[in-house]
């Protein structure tokens, strides 16, 4: 179950040595798609993009996959009545017996509270006085439909940079469940989709709060359809950039001086985008001190990992609790490591780094 024993069974695979089965399956789709492996190969093997094409070959092979992944895309294409479906069908997985409603208690243990006000059924365009510039947000679906406060501080803080937002009403999910579900065709329209509405707005720059979103509207879109949002950027560095050009005021945190705040890195941040030290001084920046702890790795998310494996993905969050047990807050910069946390964390304060800003 590690990289090199993935890409050797998809090697016999590919052959025909090894025959498709639900044990081979299992190997495939258990993986994180979290990128270390790729970012760490010294042959720079794509070994992420090998796990998508795996799983787009072999997802039609098992039912429930099947069905979970066609329902996906049929929410996804549908985006403002999926999470209408959701509030109705919190309570479902506890009164319907059934494999596929695992899945569904799976999201349940998240305590996911849905807003009734999405981020993007607001305006679409914020303004600045005396705007330098204009940036357009890409409010991804976690942001858009869980935590629109996050999406309502990143616009405050760059309206007081300065610049004029822009939420275009086209944007689509970024095709991230539907490439992880083994759905190419699918996501690859979503893609062609987006980088069509964030061109037409002739912006300085593309934001976003999800580390997912702008790895797969950058680096995942140049790769499968060859063309991506332009101007796309990990949020911090642009925000720490901002605060450098400006005149920063005196920091005045929040929260007490003396709390202990630990940074977490969302694993598409450190690997996809390549960023570590911008989050870490923004938040110096702010006045905060930081902590860090004895060991550090993924969340435990991954996106439909934590819907088709949760035991293993509780396991890897009560790691990350214990190894995080030095701070007084847990600050990150992706929403999803945000919800994954605050399901267990009850003892800390849980935050998105905007929300800091």
Request: net charge positive.
């Amino acid at each position: 179950m590690n990289a090199r024993g993935r890409m050797a069974l998809l090697d016999w695979l590919d052959r025909g040595a090894l025959e498709p089965s639900r044990k081979l399956e299992d190997r495939v789709f258990s993986c994180m798609l979290c990128g270390a492996c790729a970012s760490l190969c010294p042959r720079e093997i794509d070994v992420t993009g090998v796990i998508y094409e795996a799983r787009k070959r072999l997802f039609r092979r098992n039912t429930r996959r099947r069905f979970f992944s066609y329902g996906v895309r049929f929410a996804l294409k549908r985006a403002s009545a999926l999470f209408r479906w959701a509030r109705a069908l919190r309570g479902v997985g506890a009164l319907v017996p059934g494999q596929s409603l695992k899945l569904l208690r799976a999201l349940n243990g998240l305590d996911i509270s849905i807003t009734s006000s999405p981020l993007r059924e607001g305006s679409t365009i914020y303004r600045a006085p005396r705007a330098k510039g204009r940036v357009a947000v890409f409010a991804g679906c976690t942001v858009n439909y869980l935590y629109p406060d996050m999406g309502k501080a990143l616009i405050a803080s760059l309206n007081r940079a300065g610049y004029d937002v822009v939420l275009p009403k086209g944007e689509v999910c970024c095709g991230a469940p539907l490439l992880a579900l083994g759905l190419e065709e699918d996501a690859a329209a979503m893609m062609r989709k987006n980088v069509a509405v964030f061109r037409a707005l002739h912006v300085q720059a593309v934001l976003s709060l999800c580390p997912t979103c702008v790895g797969f509207i950058t680096g995942e879109s140049e790769r499968l359809i060859g063309s991506s949002v332009e101007n796309s950027e990990e949020i911090t560095r642009f925000l720490l950039r901002e605060r450098s050009a400006g005149d920063p005021k005196s920091a005045s945190p929040k929260f007490p001086a003396d709390t202990k705040v630990l940074y977490h890195d969302p694993c598409h941040t450190l690997y996809h985008l390549k960023t570590r030290k911008e989050p870490r001084e923004l938040l110096r920046s702010l006045g905060y001190t930081l902590v860090e702890p004895k060991d550090r790795g993924c969340c435990g998310f991954g996106g439909t990992f934590r819907a088709f494996y949760p035991a293993l993905s509780e396991e890897i969050l009560k790691q990350r609790v214990e190894d995080y047990s030095v701070a007084d807050m847990v600050v990150t910069s992706c929403p999803n490591c945000v919800l994954q946390f605050r399901a267990r964390m009850k003892d800390k304060v849980v935050k998105h780094i905007i929300e800091l800003v």
